[in-house]
């Protein structure tokens, strides 16, 4: 089950997201709703991690400082989205759970 999970979320970013991509899915899906992905990015850099478990959750926190994948999960216009930025932090995209 899945439940909102704010982790530690921070007033400035906690990491860098590198590169931003989307898939094509998910960019038409916001441009569909009007939506700026910006606030979920916003949301997922300062470390509220969305709806994820709470051991996802965890795993984040734990990650943050040991530059391990990070993953943030939204419910964006009634579809779940996943942000999933790269143990590098070269790159962070946004994709459908069913697109991993």
């Known amino acids: 089950m899945q439940t909102k999970n704010t982790g530690t979320p921070s007033v400035s970013p906690r990491f860098a997201l590198g590169q931003v991509v989307a898939t094509p899915a998910v960019l038409e899906h916001l441009e569909r709703h009007g939506i700026n992905a910006s606030e979920y990015l916003n949301r ?7 709806e994820v478990p709470p051991e996802d959750a965890a795993e984040n926190e734990f990650a943050v400082t040991r530059r391990l994948r990070l ?5 964006v216009a009634g579809e779940r989205v996943w942000v ?10 946004l994709l459908y759970p069913s697109e991993y």
């Open 71 to 75: 993953l943030s999960s939204y419910t």
């Open 44 to 50: 997922h850099v300062r470390g509220d991690w969305g």
């Open 84 to 93: 999933i930025t790269e143990a590098d932090r070269s790159s962070t995209c």
